[in-house]
C-alpha cells in the first residue's frame, strides 16, 4: 500500500496538480469515467509524459476509501531529467559522460539496487522509458539507499528516440545481452558511454539492440542461465569505471 502522503485524488486536485507543474508516477484512471470534468483531465494531460492506466474501479478502492471519483495519481519521489538537456551540460563541463539505459525493468528492487550501484560508480544518469518500466517512487528510494535523490533520471517517451540521440552526439552504446558477440571485458568502455541493461525474462529488446554499437555478454559457468540484473549491471559498470579510471576519465573518491 502507497502512503497517502504521495497520492493526489479526485479529478479537480490532480488537474490542479498537473497545471502547476508536479511530477508524477502515474495516474490510475477508473474505466468507463465519463464527465466533463474527466475531459479537462484528459486535456491537462495531453503532452505530457504522465502514464495512465485505465483500471476497475476496485483497484482503485484498495488504494483509497476516500471521495477520489475515479482518479488517483502517484507522486514522483523525484524530478524526471531529459538526455537532450543533460548531455550538453555535461559536455560544457568537459566531461565524458557515463549513462545507463534500463529497458523493460519493473522490479523496484533491481531498479533501487541499479541506482545505488550507478550512483557510487559515478553514472552521470539513469534512463528509463514511460512505458513498461518501474517509476521512482518511495520503496525504489529507499532500495536505493537515497541515491535516487541525487541521481538524475531520464524518464524518456521512445529509448530509440533516445538512443539515436545519444549516438548523434557521438556516445558509445554498449548492450547487455545473453546474445553477445564477446566477453563483456573484451569491449571499450572510454569517451561518452550508454551501457543497455534489459529485463531478467526479456533481455533488451531487438528494437533496442539494433541500434547499440557493441553486444557484450557475462559467462555463464554454472548451471543458472542468468544473473539477477543488478548484478549483471554492476558487473558491467564497474568493469567501465576500471577502464575509465585507467584512461584517466575518472577519480577515484577518497573515503
Not at 142 to 158: D, F, I, N, W, Y
Request: aromatic fraction near 8%.
Amino acid at each position: 500500500m502507497t502512503d497517502s502522503s504521495e497520492m493526489i485524488f479526485g479529478v479537480r486536485a490532480v488537474i490542479e496538480a498537473i497545471q502547476a507543474g508536479k511530477e508524477f508516477d502515474k495516474i490510475l484512471v477508473k474505466k468507463d469515467i465519463q464527465s466533463d470534468l474527466s475531459k479537462e483531465l484528459f486535456a491537462a494531460l495531453k503532452g505530457t509524459l504522465i502514464p495512465v492506466q485505465r483500471v476497475p474501479v476496485e483497484r482503485i478502492n484498495r488504494i483509497t476509501r476516500k471521495n477520489h471519483q475515479g482518479v488517483v495519481a502517484f507522486v514522483s519521489s523525484v524530478i524526471y531529467q531529459k538526455a537532450e538537456q543533460l548531455v550538453p551540460f555535461f559536455f560544457e563541463q568537459g566531461k565524458n559522460p557515463f549513462f545507463v539505459m534500463l529497458d523493460g525493468i519493473t522490479d523496484v528492487r533491481n531498479f533501487g539496487a541499479i541506482a545505488r550501484t550507478c550512483e557510487c560508480a559515478g553514472v552521470d544518469a539513469v534512463i528509463i522509458p514511460v512505458k513498461n518500466s518501474v517509476s521512482v517512487n518511495a520503496d525504489a528510494v529507499k532500495t536505493s539507499a537515497g541515491a535516487l535523490h541525487t541521481l538524475p533520471v531520464c524518464r524518456e517517451q521512445s529509448l530509440k528516440t533516445t538512443l539515436q540521440y545519444l549516438k548523434d552526439s557521438g556516445f558509445k552504446v554498449v548492450a547487455a545481452t545473453e546474445k553477445g558477440d564477446y566477453d563483456y571485458s573484451k569491449a571499450s568502455y572510454s569517451g561518452p558511454l550508454c551501457i543497455v541493461m534489459g529485463s531478467e525474462d526479456t533481455g533488451v529488446s531487438y528494437d533496442i539492440l539494433a541500434l547499440c554499437d557493441e553486444w557484450v555478454k557475462i559467462p555463464m559457468l554454472g548451471t543458472i542461465e542468468s544473473l539477477n540484473v543488478s548484478v549483471a549491471a554492476g558487473i558491467l559498470i564497474y568493469e567501465a569505471v576500471k577502464q575509465r579510471i585507467e584512461d584517466g576519465e575518472n577519480e577515484v573518491k577518497s573515503k
